[in-house]
Structures are given as structure tokens and as C-alpha cells.
T-cell receptor, first 113, second 115 residues
Framework: DAKTTQPNSMESNEEEPVHLPCNHS???????IHWYRQLPSQGPEYVIH???SNVNNRMASLAIAEDRKSSTLILHRATLRDAAVYYC??????????????FGQGTTLQVKP | DAGITQSPRYKITETGRQVTLMCHQT?????MFWYRQDLGHGLRLIYY???????DKGEVPDGYVVSRSKTENFPLTLESATRSQTSVYFC??????????????FGPGTRLTVL
């Protein structure tokens, strides 16, 4: 399975944008990039996913590098409720057969008021 | 919209006892999953199910048994609990057939402590 690398932790101020990076230099051409987050004492929740083009939804934006070796999750205005562990996950053909998600350590985002 | 629920939310048991963790989803999703989350290991897949009466092993299945007689329920049983099974257990479901674009929806988790 292709691996992802994320910083262990990041800090942000409330109401400021947050850019969460993810490196995936061994990504294959058919891997989708997914982001999930896990709020304290809760199960993970889906945030966004993309293949090549940048993606936007109500929660966040996903910016994917042209060579697809890195991506950035963008929270446009961080709130205290966005404090969570953010996971960048690649969905490849193998994991797609079982549907399993391969979670790394993720980035712990702290949001300061 | 109840979504996906797990019970109990917290459980303390003793080594050697049988424990069953329940998972129920109201969406009629085909796929269901059980993960465990431990410090230093992230979330790891225990078992998954593609449909009623179809189950298969994940990464860490030893010591666990699952069944799926109804689409909406996916119980996980620890036949003889061990201390190494102390963990937080998450159930998840997915509507589609585990493709690269499907979304998984997770329950709130069950914190299990084995003494």
C-alpha cells in the first residue's frame, strides 16, 4: 500500500485558514486521496476525497499537486470544533477490494481561541 | 436519522470472559467493518462484511468472531477476552462495494477494558 506522511501536530488560531499537508510520493495513478478526521472521543468522519483536480465541499477544500505526490487539506476558517486528528489516506485497488481504510498517525490540529 | 450506533459505549470485563460488542446501522449499507484503535497503532481492521452472511478477516482477526445474520447488525464477539484486547472498537459501514471512492461512516466507539 502506498504510504502517506503527515506532520504530527499543527496549531492554528480560530477563524484563520489552516493548511494541512500530506506527502504521498509513491502514489499510483489510480489511487484516490481521502481525508478523514477524528474529533476527541468520537469515531472518524469523512472530510473529502479527490483524484487529480482540486475539490471543494462544505467542510473543506483539497488541493492536489500536479504530480500528485502531495496534497493539502484546507480549512478556510478554523473553529474550535475543528480541533481533531486529520488522516490522509490513499485508496488503492487492493484496499478497494476489502474497503478497508489504512490509517496512519495523522496530524493533530489544535485551534486556539 | 439514527445512523450507526454501538453498544455498550463502555465495558469493563475480566480475562477469559466472553464479550459481545454490538453495531447497528439504519441505512441498509451493504458493507460493515470492525476496527480497533490503540495508541501507537492507529486504527486497524479486524473483520469486515460485504453483505448478510458474508464475512472475512481483516488485519488483526485473532481472538474475535463476527456474524451478520441481518444487514443492519454486525456484532463482534471476544470469545475469551485477553488484556491485549483492551482497546477502543469502532464499527463502520459503507453503501458501496468498497471501491476507491466510497465513504465509510463510523460509530461512536466502544471503550473496552479487560482486567
Amino acid at each position: 500500500d502506498a504510504k502517506t506522511t503527515q506532520p504530527n501536530s499543527m496549531e492554528s488560531n480560530e477563524e484563520e485558514p489552516v493548511h494541512l499537508p500530506c506527502n504521498h510520493s509513491t502514489i499510483s495513478g489510480t489511487d484516490y486521496i481521502h481525508w478523514y478526521r477524528q474529533l476527541p472521543s468520537q469515531g472518524p468522519e469523512y472530510v473529502i476525497h479527490g483524484l487529480t483536480s482540486n475539490v471543494n465541499n462544505r467542510m473543506a477544500s483539497l488541493a492536489i499537486a500536479e504530480d500528485r505526490k502531495s496534497s493539502t487539506l484546507i480549512l478556510h476558517r478554523a473553529t474550535l470544533r475543528d480541533a481533531a486528528v486529520y488522516y490522509c489516506i490513499l485508496r488503492d485497488t487492493f484496499s478497494g477490494n476489502t474497503g478497508k481504510l489504512i490509517f496512519g498517525q495523522g496530524t493533530t490540529l489544535q485551534v486556539k481561541p | 436519522d439514527a445512523g450507526i450506533t454501538q453498544s455498550p459505549r463502555y465495558k469493563i470485563t475480566e480475562t477469559g470472559r466472553q464479550v459481545t460488542l454490538m453495531c447497528h446501522q439504519t441505512w441498509s449499507h451493504s458493507y460493515m467493518f470492525w476496527y480497533r484503535q490503540d495508541l501507537g497503532h492507529g486504527l486497524r481492521l479486524i473483520y469486515y462484511s460485504a453483505a448478510a452472511d458474508i464475512t472475512d478477516k481483516g488485519e488483526v482477526p485473532d481472538g474475535y468472531v463476527v456474524s451478520r445474520s441481518k444487514t443492519e447488525n454486525f456484532p463482534l464477539t471476544l470469545e475469551s477476552a485477553t488484556r491485549s484486547q483492551t482497546s477502543v472498537y469502532f464499527c463502520a459501514s459503507s453503501a458501496t462495494s468498497g471501491t476507491r471512492t466510497d465513504t465509510q461512516y463510523f460509530g461512536p466507539g466502544t471503550r473496552l477494558t479487560v482486567l
